[in-house]
C-alpha cells in the first residue's frame, strides 16, 4: 500500500535513478555499504534524556553521533573522547532513529535500482524493529508516551521511517508475513501511543500527525487517517495556524525548518492518497520552502531567533534537499538561485554528515560545498531530473509582517539590519520583543544567540531580555508578549520599520516602541518608552566596543534575582555615568571600521559586564544602558565606512557627515521624514508605509493580574476552613493513569486566623517515596530534582505583586522537618512556614504565611494554587500530579511552574 510514491510514479523515477541522478544513487548506497558488511544491532536500552549525556564536560557542546561508535563519543570542539553510561543512552537517541531511516534509505534504493540486497536490509530491520519494540517501556518520559525514546514525537519521526520503508518494500514486493508483523507488532501499538498524546500547535506534533497519517493509511484506519488530516491537530489545522500568512511557522526559522520538514510527509502521503487540502494551505505550506531563504543573514546561517541552534548555515545537504523538494512541486525563482549558488560557490568540502543522519533530528553540520549528489533518500525520490537555469539572485529586504519581522539589506545583501517585533513564538519564544540584528558580511555584530541546551541551566540565560539586543523595564525580562507593526516602507536605499509592544505588554504600566531607519551606511534605532510610573529601562548592546568617553569604575550589577532574568551569570561589572546630554562613542574592534553613538534622553548609566557568548563559545563582554524615567528615549546610530563622523539630538536626530555633510531626522506625520544636506544642497526623503491604528497585535499581550473574579472564595477567622477534594479530574498524567497510578487523593484545605494564611494538605498514599536530601542530582533536566519527589508546589499571588511566590517543599525524616526551594523566577521574599507528618492514610502538610505580607487593607484578595507531587517507587521521573487547579491533562513539561491564569481566585478577610 503506497504512501509516498506507487508503482507507476517509481517506474518514472528509475529513469531519472539511474540517469540525471545517478551519481546520487551511488553515493546512497556507498553509504549502506558499511552495513551490508557489518550488519547491525538494535539496542535493548531506552533512550534517555539528560543533562550531562552527549555533552563535553569542558563546554557543554554536543558530541558527534557515529552510529558506527556506541561506546567511544567525540567532542567535535576539543576532541576529548567519553565513554560514559549517560553518553551510551544519548547515542540509542539518535542510533534508533537512524537505523529506521536507514530502512527507508535501503528500500528506496531497492524500489528504484532492483538492488535484492538493499531490500533484504531493508526487511532485516524492520523484523528486528517489530521482534523488539513491545519489549521497551513506555515510562520515566520527559515529553509524552513512548517506548523506543523518552518524547513521544521522537517515536513518531521513528514510526514514519517505518512505516514509509514497509510501504516501499510493499509496492515493488508481496512481503505479507512482514507487513503483518510489523503492524500488528509496531504500527498498531505505537500509532496508539502517539494518538493518545496531542500537543496542540507545536511543531512535535507535525510530526505526530504524520506518524497518524502514514499509520492509517497502512492500517486501512479512515477514522484515524481523518483525524491526522482533518482533525484539530492535524496536518491542515497546522497548515491554517502554525504555519502563518507568509508562509512562515510561527515559533521561528529553527522550528520552521523542522515543523515544515513533517509537513512535507504530511501534504505528500494526503495527495498520494487522494485526499487533497485547501489550495490555499498548499500555497502556505509551498512558500515555506523558500523561507529560510528570505531571513538568511549574509553568511548564509539563518537567524538564531527564539530556541534555535546557533549560526545554522543554509550550505548543508538538507537544505539543499528541501530547496529541491520545493522545485519539484513547483518553479520557484528564488529555489533555483539558492541551489546554484549551493552548488556552485567556493565554499571548502566538508563531510556532509549525511551518513550519519537521524531522520530529521540530527544537528546542524558545518557549512560545506555541495552537489546534487550529496542529496538524501527523498531527492532521490522526488528531486526535479534537471534543475532549471536561473540568474544569480540578490538578497533583497523582506517584511514577513504575519512573524513579525523586518530585514533590510544593503550592499547587495551584504548588510543586514532586522526588527523583530511580532510573534511571540509560543513556548519556544524568548521575551525578546523589538530585539534589533545587524551583520557585515560574515560579522556578526548585534546578534541572537539562540539557545543552547534544553537541558542546562545555561537555558535560562539564553532565554532572558538580557541575552539580546532588547529593552527591558524594571531589572526583570519582558513580560511573554507580542508586537505590533506600526510603519514599514524600503526603497533600497532607505527605508524604516516602526513597531511597537503595547501598555503592559513589556512590563507593568509600560509602553514601547522602537524605530529603525536603515540608510546606505548606517543604521539610526530610536527606542522610546512611555508609564505612568517613573521605570529602569534597560538596553542591552551586545557588542564589544571601546568606549573612550566613559570613565568605569568596578561595581556590582544588580537586578532580576531570577535565572531567566539573566544577571545572576553576570560578573565583572563596572559602571560610568552618562551626565544628561552626553552622546557616548563606541568604536567596535573588528574588520568593518564600525562605531556607533548613543544618546540617552536622560541622564543614564552605562554598565559593562562579562556575559556568556554562544552556546559553546567563550563568554564576552556586553554594554547595559540603563535610565530612569516615566518618558524616555535611546537613540543610537551604527555606522560602517567611517562616514558618518558624529550624532546630535534635539528637535532632530542629526547625523553628521563630516563638516558640512548631515542627514536630518524627523517623525512625520506621514511617517519618517530624511533631509539630506550636501554642502548648500538639500533634498528629502519622506517615509511612509503608517498601518492603520487597528492593527492587530500578534498575539495577546500579557495583563496584569489587579483584580479577581467576580465570586472568589471568601476566607474569615471566624469561619472554618474551605476543602477542596483531588482525584481523578485533578490528576495530571504521566504515561499511567490515575486508576493506573493506585488514584492517588488528597485534601486541601484554606483557612485563614487573625495572622496567618493557612494550606493544609492531606495525602491518601500508602508509600510515601521521598527524595533523600543527599541524594546525587540525576541530572535530568534544568527544574530541581525534588519536583521528582512526593511532596507540594505551592503558588501565590497578591494584588500589586508583579510575580507570584512559589515553594517547592518535601518532606524529610524526621517531621515536621521539609526540605523548601523558592520556584526559580518567583518572589523569594515572602515568609513560609512548614512542617509535615505521617498518618494512618498517608501523610500531611501545613503552611502557614504572615497576612502582612499578603498587603494592607482589611480585604486581602489573592490567587493561589496547591499542586500535590506523586512519585512511584523505582522512577526516575515523577508519576503524576494532583493539581487544585483542576487536571485532566499531561504531566510533561509542568517543572515547578505553574501559570498564574490558573490560580484559584480568593479573598482573605481580617478581623
Known amino acids: 500500500m503506497t504512501l509516498l510514491l506507487d508503482a507507476a510514479r517509481l517506474e518514472t523515477r528509475r529513469a531519472v535513478a539511474s540517469g540525471p541522478l545517478a551519481e546520487l544513487t551511488h553515493s546512497l548506497r556507498a553509504d549502506l555499504e558499511p552495513l551490508l558488511r557489518d550488519g547491525f544491532e538494535v539496542p535493548h536500552e531506552k533512550a534517555l534524556l539528560s543533562r550531562d549525556g552527549g555533552r563535553c564536560e569542558r563546554d557543554g557542546t554536543l558530541l558527534r553521533f557515529d552510529p558506527y561508535s556506541p561506546r567511544s563519543h567525540t567532542c567535535p570542539r576539543c576532541a576529548a573522547v567519553y565513554a560514559r553510561e549517560r553518553d551510551y543512552l544519548w547515542w540509542v537517541t539518535s542510533y534508533q532513529l537512524w537505523l529506521a531511516e536507514r530502512a527507508v534509505h535501503a528500500a528506496s534504493l531497492h524500489a528504484l535500482t532492483g538492488d535484492r540486497a538493499l531490500g533484504q536490509l531493508a526487511e532485516r530491520i524492520l523484523d528486528a524493529y517489530a521482534e523488539r519494540y513491545l519489549s521497551y517501556p513506555n515510562r520515566d518520559n520527559a515529553l509524552g508516551p513512548t517506548r523506543v525514546f523518552f518524547s513521544t514525537y521522537l517515536e513518531s519521526i521513528w514510526l514514519v521511517q517505518v512505516c514509509v520503508a514497509l510501504s516501499l518494500l510493499e509496492v515493488v514486493d508481496d512481503g505479507e508475513s512482514l507487513g503483518a508483523r510489523v503492524r500488528e507488532r509496531i504500527i498498531e501499538p505505537s500509532s496508539t501511543l502517539i494518538a493518545s498524546f496531542d500537543e496542540g500547535g507545536s511543531n512535535r506534533q507535525v510530526w505526530n500527525a504524520a506518524a497518524l497519517l502514514a499509520s492509517a493509511r497502512l492500517l486501512d484506519d479512515a477514522a484515524l487517517s481523518d483525524r491526522a488530516v482533518f482533525g484539530p491537530s492535524g496536518i491542515a489545522a497546522h497548515l491554517a495556524r502554525g504555519l502563518l500568512q507568509d508562509g512562515s511557522w510561527y515559533e521561528g526559522e529553527n522550528y520552521h525548518v523542522f515543523a515544515h520538514r513533517g509537513l512535507w510527509y504530511g501534504v505528500a502521503v494526503s495527495e498520494a492518497i487522494g485526499c487533497p487540502l485547501p489550495p490555499e494551505l498548499v500555497r502556505r505550506f509551498e512558500e515555506g520552502f523558500a523561507l529560510p531563504l528570505l531571513t538568511a543573514l549574509p553568511d548564509l546561517t539563518i537567524p538564531s531567533r527564539r530556541d534555535s541552534q546557533y549560526a545554522i548555515s543554509l550550505r548543508q545537504w538538507r537544505f539543499a534537499e528541501s530547496f529541491e523538494l520545493g522545485l519539484a512541486r513547483r518553479d520557484d525563482a528564488r529555489l533555483s538561485a539558492a541551489l546554484g549558488r549551493l552548488y556552485g560557490d567556493a565554499t571548502p568540502r566538508r563531510d556532509t554528515g549525511r551518513w550519519r543522519s537521524a531522520a530529521d533530528t540530527q544537528p546542524h553540520e558545518e557549512a560545506s560545498s555541495l552537489t546534487r549528489a550529496d542529496l538524501g533518500w527523498r531527492g532521490l525520490l522526488f528531486a526535479p531530473a534537471d534543475l532549471p537555469r536561473t540568474a544569480e539572485a540578490v538578497d533583497r529586504s523582506v517584511l514577513l509582517e504575519a512573524q513579525g519581522l523586518a530585514v533590510f539589506r544593503r550592499d547587495a545583501g551584504r548588510t543586514y539590519v532586522a526588527l523583530d517585533y511580532g510573534q511571540s513564538g509560543g513556548g519556544h519564544g524568548h521575551p525578546d520583543r523589538l530585539n534589533i540584528l545587524l551583520a557585515r558580511g560574515v560579522d556578526r555584530i548585534l546578534d541572537d544567540y539562540g539557545t543552547g541546551s534544553y537541558v542546562d541551566p545555561s537555558l535560562h540565560w539564553y532565554r532572558s531580555t538580557l541575552a539580546h539586543n532588547a529593552p527591558f523595564f524594571d531589572g526583570v525580562s519582558q513580560r511573554r508578549s507580542s508586537g505590533r507593526l506600526l510603519a514599514h516602507e524600503e526603497r533600497g536605499a532607505a527605508g524604516w520599520v516602526a513597531a511597537e509592544v503595547p501598555m503592559h505588554g513589556l512590563a507593568r504600566d509600560v509602553q514601547a516602541q522602537r524605530s529603525v531607519i536603515v540608510m546606505t551606511d548606517y543604521v539610526v534605532d530610536h527606542l522610546e518608552w512611555t508609564s505612568s510610573r517613573d521605570v529602569a529601562a534597560f538596553l542591552p548592546i551586545h557588542v564589544h566596543a571601546e568606549v573612550p568617553d566613559l570613565r568605569f569604575l568596578e561595581e556590582p550589577l544588580r537586578g532580576g534575582t531570577a535565572a531567566e532574568d539573566g544577571f545572576v551569570y553576570l560578573h565583572h561589572s563596572e559602571r560610568a555615568r552618562i551626565p544628561e546630554g552626553t552622546i557616548v562613542h563606541l568604536r567596535r574592534r573588528g574588520p568593518e571600521n564600525l562605531e556607533a553613538w548613543v544618546a540617552p534622553s536622560q541622564p543614564a548609566v552605562w554598565w559593562r559586564a562579562i556575559a556568556p557568548g554562544p552556546p559553546g563559545s567563550p563568554e564576552r563582554q556586553l554594554s547595559l544602558i540603563e535610565v530612569h524615567a516615566q518618558r524616555g528615549s535611546i537613540t543610537s546610530v551604527w555606522s560602517w565606512g567611517g562616514v558618518v563622523t558624529g550624532l546630535s539630538v534635539a528637535e532632530a536626530i ?258
Open 654 to 911: 542629526v547625523i553628521h557627515r563630516g563638516d558640512r555633510d548631515r542627514h536630518e531626522h524627523r517623525r512625520s506625520p506621514a511617517g519618517w521624514s530624511v533631509t539630506l544636506y550636501a554642502g548648500v544642497a538639500r533634498s528629502s526623503i519622506d517615509l511612509g508605509g503608517v498601518r492603520p491604528a487597528s492593527s492587530p497585535v500578534a498575539g495577546q499581550a500579557h495583563t496584569p493580574r489587579g483584580d479577581v473574579p467576580l465570586h472568589p472564595v471568601r476566607l474569615r477567622a471566624t469561619q472554618g476552613p474551605v476543602t477542596f477534594e483531588l482525584g481523578e479530574t485533578a490528576y495530571r498524567r504521566s504515561e499511567a493513569s490515575w486508576r493506573e497510578a493506585g488514584a492517588p487523593r488528597a485534601e486541601v484545605a484554606l483557612s485563614t486566623t487573625q495572622q496567618y494564611f493557612v494550606i493544609e494538605v492531606a495525602v491518601q498514599k500508602a508509600e510515601l517515596v521521598v527524595r533523600p536530601p543527599d541524594a546525587p542530582d540525576p541530572a535530568l533536566d534544568n527544574e530541581h530534582p525534588d519536583i521528582h519527589s512526593d511532596g507540594v508546589q505551592l503558588y501565590l499571588v497578591a494584588g500589586g505583586w508583579d510575580r507570584p511566590a512559589a515553594w517547592l517543599v518535601v518532606p524529610e525524616e524526621p517531621a515536621p522537618r521539609v526540605r523548601t526551594h523558592v520556584v526559580n523566577g518567583m518572589r523569594g521574599d515572602i515568609p513560609l512556614t512548614a512542617g509535615w507528618s505521617r498518618d494512618a492514610r498517608g501523610y500531611a502538610m501545613r503552611f502557614e504565611i504572615p497576612l502582612d505580607a499578603l498587603g494592607g487593607g482589611r480585604s486581602l484578595p489573592i490567587a493561589v494554587d496547591v499542586i500535590v507531587n506523586e512519585m512511584g517507587a523505582g522512577r526516575l521521573r515523577r508519576r503524576g500530579q494532583l493539581a487544585l487547579s483542576g487536571g485532566g491533562d499531561w504531566i510533561y513539561l509542568q517543572g515547578d511552574r505553574q501559570s498564574p491564569t490558573r490560580f484559584l481566585p480568593m479573598v482573605v478577610e481580617r478581623g
